[in-house]
């Protein structure tokens, strides 16, 4: 168990709909970082926040949304959903807010957009 | 912007043999390597990283390597047991960076 949580677990909708993901980092870790893992593909970064600022972007689309809050959890809002949007939605933390710092990872999101 | 090729995309070992999966990098300005292994349905967690100002680490039966001049780097699994079969990544980053650029993944398969 990493410390790192997220809700829910799986999630089960319509295209052109929206959803939020939650993540809670680990105590004391102020950055959280968002990543997407399709089918059989790598880690996509999306976006990373620091103690409740955007630090870094990704490869992160328009429809798509994150902020973190005042105690640190974060959320990320997936709106007018594709088909290909489909994934694994990973949250990770670190303590600081450079990569260099090691990131612990979430038990994932799995998003179903049928 | 940075990216990350990672080889080969699929491994399959004989138990106690050696594995080496390479990766390699564009920007120069990289400067941190971590490697992450998945098991199957679980989460990325780090297994051993690389600093530039190292050319090679160990930890128990892995080991990474780095070639800046080269801009590549490669994990070594040595005796490899069933319990590695995952899928490991590769990353980079630069000091400056905030961002981890993964490669594209590598499934390694030990065969008892």
């Known amino acids: 168990d990493s410390g790192v949580t997220q809700t829910p677990k799986h999630l089960i909708t319509a295209t052109g709909q929206r959803v939020t993901l939650r993540c809670s980092p680990r105590?004391?870790?102020?950055?959280v970082y968002w990543y997407q893992q399709s089918l059989d593909q790598g880690l996509q970064f999306l976006i990373q926040?620091?103690?409740?600022?955007?630090?870094a972007k990704g490869n992160i689309l328009e429809r798509f949304s994150a902020q973190q809050f005042p105690d640190l959890h974060s959320e990320l809002n997936l709106s007018s959903l594709e088909l290909g949007d489909s994934a694994l939605y990973f949250c990770?933390?670190?303590?600081?807010?450079?990569?260099?710092?090691?990131?612990?990872f979430g038990p994932g999101t799995r998003l179903t957009v049928l | 912007g940075e990216n990350v090729e990672q080889h080969p995309s699929t491994l399959s070992v004989q138990e106690g043999d050696s594995a080496v999966i390479k990766c390699t990098y564009s920007d120069s300005a990289s400067n941190y390597f971590p490697w992450y292994k998945q098991e199957l349905g679980k989460r990325p967690q780090l297994i051993i990283d690389?600093?530039?100002?190292?050319g090679e680490k160990k930890d128990q039966r892995i080991a990474v390597t780095l070639n800046k001049t080269a801009k590549h780097f490669s994990l070594h699994i040595t005796e490899t047991q069933p319990e590695d079969s995952a899928v490991y990544f590769c990353a980079a980053s630069s000091y400056a960076g905030n961002m981890l650029t993964f490669g594209g993944g590598t499934r390694l398969m030990v065969k008892p």
């Open positions: 990770a933390s670190s303590v600081g807010g450079s990569a260099i710092n090691e990131q612990f």
């Open positions: 105590s004391g870790d102020l950055s």
């Open positions: 690389i600093r530039s100002n190292v």
């Open positions: 926040y620091y103690n409740g600022e955007e630090r």
